[in-house]
């Protein structure tokens, strides 16, 4: 394995009526990538070697992408701050009488002094033991369509990912994303189905499409439904 080499700088550019902060990684790379943080920063990856002013010409010229992705971001957080996505229900903050946290299908419930962040871990620790149970629970009805294609059904591992909802490792493991426990349980069936399909099927090409056609006929219909939910969902 060899080390990458990485220089990082920060400044902070006008975007809009607002001030951004942009974090630039100098790498090893041939190409620039934008994204932004979990904290509302920008991160850009450049090559070794770029100037100041190709830096500027390359976020400027994708300003409209990073207002859109700063609404997005603010919207994000206004809703977290309001209530929280649990199997698909959109449900409100509540101050508990009891002291104590719960999750109700109208609710989730907590301590009067928690803060923001301990309310987010506490629902992260009960998603995660929920999420133990449900796909498990999902992959086992679904696994006599494709026992035929593995000598043993893949271990469970729950984790947080950020840019895949779901991955089938070759040392057996099937890994879903947390998030899926905000989602509809037809999006949570979608991805366990999509990761199971690549037992026979490890590409996307025909093969997949047809064995994902005749497991959920209306797959694709789901995959819509699937971005437009994630627009409202924490990772």
Known sequence: MTTRA????E??????????RIIVSAQRRKSMRLALT???DVDLRIPLGCSKQEVLTFVRKHEDWLLRQRHEFHQHNRQQQSGVYVRGRELPWEISALDEFLVTDHA??????WSQAERESALDQWLR???KTEYRLMIER???AFADFAEQRPTLRVKKMRSRWGSLSQKGYINLNLALMQMP??????VVVHELCHLKHFD???GFKRLMTACLPDWRQRENELKAFSRLIRY
């Open 6 to 9: 990485s220089r990082k700088q």
């Open 11 to 20: 400044f902070v550019l006008p975007l809009g009526n607002d001030e951004i």
């Open 38 to 40: 979990k904290e509302g």
């Open 108 to 113: 989730v419930w907590v301590p009067a002094d």
């Open 129 to 131: 033991a929920e999420a």
């Open 142 to 144: 679904w696994w006599p």
């Open 185 to 190: 349980e037809a999006l949570m069936e979608l």
């Open 204 to 206: 996307h090409g025909p």
